[in-house]
């Protein structure tokens, strides 16, 4: 088609309009764009073309998605029935050839020797889910396939065999000369109405069967319809979903951390974005879309599966087979054009269109049947298979009158906000403030606000809520005679899965506020609920069904709404505006959250990430002093755990900092932000101490800001006062790390019994925490309990990396084990990597094996980058032996810490 | 001795010449974007295999995931500015394309070109999730033809095919990556699927 470019142009241009338009005002807006004949007919095939390309997808789903086999077959080289299989079942089958290859098994023709028959054998592939490898994972799949062999139908594929071999876990059916029933529809598109019927019917059938014999398919899709010669329909996998589902909920999601990362500083980060080392729950982050493995295929889900629902029964299977008719009847599933998480979403809280607008030949009655099917709530939908065959007969026999009782038509009810479980990263650090809170007496009007559930996990998703609770919870704040529990506690404990009860007598509140976000589209669904902690009775609930420019007025609703609905009311009249932002940009505003929500990850690519979203904050509202804030705490956090050079990442800290402040000198993040740098970087213990005081008279219930401000009191010697700033953080949030701060000041003190104590219960809290397992270590060692030393250590150093590897050098010296320590040395100065962040730390492994001149050495280039951890030169047990040595006195001096002996004993 | 902690990078002097390409083709240097083409791709290579190597089943190749963690790793973050990320991603997006494009053609050829079973090939779709492995290869590499010619159509549309297709972006990102705004993304996107769809249909009507 040659074209000129002014042609193009005028085409693309009109085309892009009118798909703006409404479908009835297209064409004549062609008409009015292009004058000339020949233009407007390319543009009318363009945009007829566009229209179909929205309807039935191209590039719905992502390459990578759809190139993943294609990959995974090359990666794997030329992928052939593995040898050790094949002997395996030598004497029962032999494979002949494959068949065919979906995501996660190969069907092959097989013979089989015995009967002399040839049947197919289903391979699941190695890889699919890690746990099938284990044996009690192939003991678990196999006793569902076991169950599902007792079936005996004659739409149901029978299952002859399974078993397992080298691994793999095979079944075997009879060879069903024939296709799919999607080979079918693949090839002729939609089928002709007695076709259809005929085939619902067959399902119907087999699934009115395999449920009353207490089996629930929960894969039922076209692939796995098989028709024979005959046109006989008949379902194949029972029995595979569900015990891979099973399975699944055996396994753990393995992830390594990754150690390559230096890592200097306090704060330790959680685990890699890819999933909790531990518990195996995804993390969310929308670096990762496909999120957690779902079984299932997704345009034939049923609302309960989505959500994972464990009492999931037979009338998923009949959602199923309703999305089957609909592709039967219209040639697609419903939902067509969705993919991913919109695709999960719109089974959620979407009503497909009608079977009946999009083909209007079908029979209402069938029509309605369909539209019941696919109803949300279980309830909605037909009671049982045999109630969709009563309705099927009748449809096949002719007659008009839909079953008694039904009117067929769905109602349309006002989408509501679903609440769904959602795992949530485990926030570290509370870096919302407080305002001041004086005597109130315990358990008078007290709320926890939990985290909003989302829909999804991603980043934006979860930033929003966390956002959305937030401001909430200042607003509520400011009431006065109400306490609210701190965030950090809220999120902290709603990741363990405990019930109101448990969780209200945790956080010590009477009642708690929970809810759930949805968005969709321009529109935003808030659905809250304010329970009694100690019954879980709910006191009042609310949903808001707003546009999204209308955030800021929500929120601010809903904090009036909360307000008022707490026992004994709001207390008095309620301030003019209740939430404070910090700007009225809504874009500016979701921005910082997102980045607030990445800097709590810790992690490296999150911070950096954070970074650019506080930037674009900060592009959109100039005078958006948290957002400057933000930026100061993200290059610190930088800085700290050396992501980024320390005289790199302070002073763009500092300026931001500043910034902020400047902006609004009542902002608590401003001085906290300033005050922590000024502690950590600057080295100014005077300025910084001043600087943190301020802060804590502007937010005086901030625990973190306590943190920093006790590890400054306990560099510069004043642990009393250390340990009482820690007892009034752990006052405020009873879940905040106070024990890494206390345990260190207790080795520092030589008390190791109190640190014991209080590190073993951060690390029961979070056993993640490689700086509790590292300081546990030393107090170990001062007890003279060499082998726990070593040990925790070893764990240590397993979650952290290099500095826990200078950390593991320290404890063999310690233990005269010097060989060994000086072979961790070596192991890491020759890693190559830059190491002088790690200074402190090398110089104390040093210090230990005596080699004062080495270990001032690694001193002076810690010095020289202002590396993490100088701070606590001066009260460093460790360093003992190197306080006699001159060298020590001027290095203290010349940081300004107290030089002198500090006589701990 | 150098104090950087420039830990977790995949090959030092190659992030140094990514971020030197993109602070050229920043200030609009000729020649930058050619530079940096073959140094994301190479790179993004490593990364992906990496990660292939890390998961069992392969399946969760992501290249959005990708594309972010290439550009912590290979950009500079401290030298970068906040076009850049654009850029890189733009980029990024068109060596995605290569790189499925050329684990296609490595099928096609470990089949000698047939397809199994002597199957016609059939109508292209390209959201078919029950889709043959064969016949997705043989379908990405229609689509990778039927790009390059919408290219030499519109650049911009072959481009937004590749962020939101081939490397998975949103809109937002894809907006940053060509410096565009949203709405157009989205429009050009779907002009994009409609043409391809006509252009992947020719053969059969």
Redesign the interface.
Known sequence: MARTERDWRAIKRAVGEALDLLPGDRDPHLDARCPDPAQRAEASRLLRACERAAESPVLGAPAAEFAAPIVTEVEEGEDTVPEVLRSALADRYTIERELGRGGMATVYLARDERHGRPVALKLLRRGFLPELGSARGAAWFEREIEIAARLSHPHILPLYDSGAASGYLYYITPFVDGETLRERLRRTGRLPLPDSLRLLRDMARALAYAHRQGLVHCDIKPANILLNKEGDALVADFGVAKGLVAVRGLGEAHDETDSGDEVVGEEVPDGKLTGDPLTGDPLPDDQFPDGPLILGTPAYMAPEQVTGDPDIDARADLYALGAVAYELLTGAPPFAGRTGRALLTAHLSEIPESVGARRPDVPEPLAALVDRLLAKGPADRPRDADEVLGVLDAALSGASNAPPGETGRVRRTVRRAIILAAVFAVPLLLWRILPARDAVPRSERSIAVLPFATGNGGVEESAFSEGLADAVIEALAQLPSVRVAARTSAAAIESRDLDARTLGAMLDVETMLEGSVQRDGDRLRVAASLIRAGNGRTLWSETYDVAQSDLFALQEQIARDVAVALPGGAGGPLPARLVERGTEDRAAYELYQRGRYLWNTRQREGLFRALTYFEQAIQRDSAYARAYAGLADTWTFLGIFGHVPPRDAFPRARTAAERAIALDSLLVEGHASLAHLMFVYEWNWRAAGVAFERAIALGPRYPTLRLYYASLLHSVGRDDEALGQLAVAAEIDPLTPTGIFSGRIYVDTRQPDAAIRVLEQEIDLDPRRDLAHELLAHAYLQKGQQGEAVAAMRRAAALSGPRDSAQLAYVYAKIGQRAEARRVLARLLESGRPLDLLGFHLAMAYAALGDSDEAFRWLEAAYAEHASYMNLLAVTEAFESLRSDLRFDLLLRRMGLPAGDRGTA | ????????RVDLSTDQEITEALVALRERAPGALDRLMPLVYDQLRQVAHRQ?GA???????????LV??AY?KLVD??RAQ?QD?GHFFAIAARA??RI?VD??R??RA?RRGGL?GGTRP?PI??????L??AE??EA?LA?DEALDRLGR??ARLSQV?EC???A?L?EAETATALAISQRTVA??W??A??????E?RHGED
């Open positions: 001795m150098p104090s950087g902690a420039e830990s977790g292939l998961e069992p089943t392969g399946h969760t190749l992501s290249t959005t995931a972010h963690e912590l973050q401290t906040w990320r995605m394309r499925l684990y296609a490595r099928h470990a199994p059939k779709s390209l959201d078919d999730v029950e043959p492995v997705r290869a990405l689509l159509v519109d095919v939101r297709f081939f998975g949103t429009r050009e779907a002009l699927k409609g043409w391809l769809y006509q992947l």
